[in-house]
């Protein structure tokens, strides 16, 4: 047995004590605009169909943090808000679908980003015999998501993403009152937020007729609060469900 055959066993017991009914082999795509609410929907799937989130953007800024060689050449395309290379990209999301929790399922958020993405994922899930079932478009007016971008900020202490526009106050007095900051991304700043909605425009749009032709879109609309969206993205996945 090869130490991957021991995480991979463990990670199959971990799955078989949720209930039959909580557990999921979707393969599914977030798609839509920086600030649709694609992380945060995510977050909360994973949490309750114990299938994990693959953000490329999260992996990119631990990459970053960390100092790393790949972190360094993604940098300057992320501060400005440019797609970082396919090449950076795709490396990424190979070595983390290869992992032992990623076998039943998976859900991207903010990859594919642009056509020669969406290809190359459906040639590796092709040849892994997993296509993927859906692609969820978050649907969001333009006025909204620039309050979203603009008024986005993680608790430091809890790793809660708040918005000072629309979270309760409650919220945020909280995690200021343990003792949290309230951090802004890097690139949340108005002239990043600009370019990367201009990138989504030219690049990712298109990737919703790619799916739709494919007959795997489905629209949920991510406007108002998070629970009714979750609700209704849960509602637009559910014959996934096993
Ligand atoms: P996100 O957190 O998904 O908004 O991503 C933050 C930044 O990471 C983006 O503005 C890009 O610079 C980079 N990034 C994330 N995912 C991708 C991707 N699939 N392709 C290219 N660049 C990406």
Known sequence: MTFTDVVRYFSRLDRD?????????MRIVLL????????????????????PQVSTGDLLRAAVAAGTPL????KAAMDAGDLVTDEIVLGIIRERLAQPDAQAGFILDGFPRNAAQAEALEAVLAELGAPLDTAV?????????????????????????????FSPQADIDACIRAGGELIKRDDDNEETIGNRLNVYQQ???????????QGKLVTVSAEGEIDAVYRRLVESIKGLRS
């Open 17 to 25: 004590v949720i209930p039959r009914e909580k557990y999921s082999d």
């Open 32 to 51: 839509g605009a920086p600030g649709s609410g694609k992380g945060t929907q995510a977050k909360r799937l994973e949490a309750e169909y114990r299938t």
């Open 203 to 213: 690049q990712t749009a298109p990737l919703i007729e790619y799916y739709r032709r």
């Open 71 to 74: 972190g360094k050449q993604a």
């Open 137 to 165: 478009l978050m649907d969001v007016d333009f006025d909204i998501l620039m309050k979203r971008l603009t008024g986005r900020r993680t608790c430091s202490l809890t790793g809660k993403v708040l918005n000072v526009y």
